[in-house]
């Protein structure tokens, strides 16, 4: 079973990569960044993932970091 997660993990990491390369060849041949942004918004709203980690980010934070009550 642990190298079933591996393979998964490795799949996930290459499509995060290949996600990578591409949007930075869109970058480096002419695109604009706040099109390549608008349009994955459109989407795939990224911008609601981004909130949910930022939100995700912030209890963790709180629950560590916060004086014992």
Do not use: N
């Not at 190298?3 to 990569?17: E, P």
């Not at 060849?25 to 980690?53: C, F, K, M, N, Q």
């Amino acid at each position: 079973m642990k190298s079933g997660w591996r393979v998964i993990l490795s799949i996930v990491l290459i499509a995060a990569l290949l996600g990578a390369v591409c949007v930075g060849v869109g970058l480096i041949t002419g695109g604009e960044w706040a099109r390549i942004y608008s349009t994955l918004d459109s989407r795939y709203h990224v911008a609601a993932y981004v909130d949910y980690v930022q939100q995700v980010i912030a209890v963790f934070q709180e629950a560590l970091f916060s004086p014992a009550a």
